[in-house]
């Protein structure tokens, strides 16, 4: 080859060769780039996916914080439904408790925080997926057909469906889990969506998570509010207590309205109550405070109320009544009283037994129904002092007759 032609191609290769090199490199320059896109989308899809689990965690926390600062059935199931929206961005979230063989709803939300209303009962022992996840105490997740497999049509114009409760259609998937406290099943969480395969497996450990927690809450605000209950009640007589009756003196009595234009506290106590006790025993002592707390409280209106105010009295409050009614209604639960046939435990007859009663009213005597149950504790001395089994309305002149 002359040196002329080796010169000219010469260029030529190297130009070939750069070009190759331009090539390799503008290639693996896309690729980079496309690894980098590939990278930011992957990054994005995790920093999103981060987020989501953040908020899920912020929600799952709140619902914690609020369940246990206020242990109520209504607080722990508000903050339940509220919060699981968050979680899962459901568009229904129901929940059940254990009533027997019923799941009865003790709350239902839909999306904006719109309170369902209507939604039936469940047979534990039906056929229903909801039913299934109580019995068997697994969670179970739809992922479309939601309301034909809970047995219904997927029709919102039929009165108390969950289409017609949310009005977008119908629900298409979700997640039943069931609330356990140790092996037992107490109730059931449903989670619905009107889309298809919203629900993820993620999702469903979350409410399995959330579920152990929000049962124990159940379970112990029930507890709560039993303890609560026999803290107001008399557990002989089975009436509100003396504690019940202050807290409603500062509550619901403390505005005299409640109680209509005209009403009368009533104080009754039990005649020869200590001679009762002493003469016999105090099971009979017992027996008898029962069956005057069961004949007096069976003479309530439903508007109406009774207290055991201790030892052998009782404080009743009647509402929207004339001094002339109260009295008809006092007499007529003193002559109950004293028609009372009670015998030892040898079939003794025992008694007479019979109460005394005192009466003041509202507006006549104040309004200050605190004020009026010490009145009528004066006027039912008076009685006792005048003869016992009797009604007496409080009067100045009493205060003068007490204070001599």
């Known amino acids: 080859m002359r040196t002329s032609e080796a010169g000219h191609l010469l260029p030529v290769a190297i130009a070939g060769g750069l070009g190759a090199v331009i090539g390799y490199l503008v290639s693996q320059l896309r690729a980079s780039n496309a690894n980098a896109h590939a990278e930011r989308e992957a990054m994005a899809a995790a920093t999103e996916t981060l987020r989501q689990r953040n908020a899920q965690l912020t929600s799952l926390h709140h619902v914690f ?35 027997g063989d019923q799941l009865v709803v003790i709350g239902a939300m839909a999306s904006g925080g719109i309170e369902i209303e209507g939604l039936e009962s469940v047979d534990v022992s039906g056929d229903g997926p909801t039913s299934r996840v109580a019995r068997r105490g697994r969670s179970l997740r739809i992922d479309s057909d939601g309301e034909l497999t809970m047995g219904r049509r997927p029709d919102t114009r039929e009165p108390g469906s969950p289409s017609s409760q949310t009005g977008r259609g119908p629900l298409e998937s979700g997640v039943i889990t069931p609330l356990i406290v140790g092996a037992r099943v107490v109730g059931t969480m449903s989670c619905w969506s009107h889309l298809k395969n919203h629900f993820t497996v993620e999702d469903e450990r979350l409410l399995e998570m959330m579920a152990s927690s929000v049962a124990t809450a159940i379970v112990a605000s029930e507890a709560v509010a039993k303890s ?108 109950s009283v004293e028609s009372l046939r009670i015998k030892t435990e040898d079939n003794r007859l025992v008694g007479p037994v019979t109460i005394s009663i005192g009466l003041a009213c509202l507006p006549e005597h104040g309004v200050d129904v605190a004020e009026l149950v010490d009145l009528a504790d004066i006027a039912m001395y008076h009685s006792k002092t005048s003869g016992r089994n009797l009604v007496t309305t409080w009067h100045p002149l009493e205060i003068q007759s007490q204070a001599a």
Not at 78 to 96: F, N
Request: charged share 30%; proline share 1%.
């Open 65 to 99: 914080s609020e369940m246990t600062e206020t242990l109520t059935l209504q607080n722990v199931v508000r903050a339940t439904l509220r919060e699981t929206h968050q979680i899962v961005s459901a568009d229904m979230v129901v929940m059940r408790k254990l009533d």
């Open 228 to 335: 609560e209950r026999h803290a107001h009640i008399d557990s002989l007589t089975e009436l509100p207590n003396r504690r019940q009756l202050n807290e409603d003196l500062d509550g619901v009595l403390a505005d005299p309205s409640n109680l209509g234009e005209q009403a009368v506290i009533a104080m009754a106590d039990i005649d020869h109550f200590k001679r009762f006790n002493d003469e016999y025993s105090h099971r009979l002592g017992d027996t008898i405070l029962h069956a005057v707390a069961e004949v007096l409280n069976d003479g309530m209106r439903d508007s109406d109320r009774i207290y055991r105010y201790g030892g052998e009295e009782f404080v009743m409050v009647f509402s929207d009544v004339s001094h002339e009614d109260a009295v008809q209604i006092a007499e007529r639960l003193r002559a």
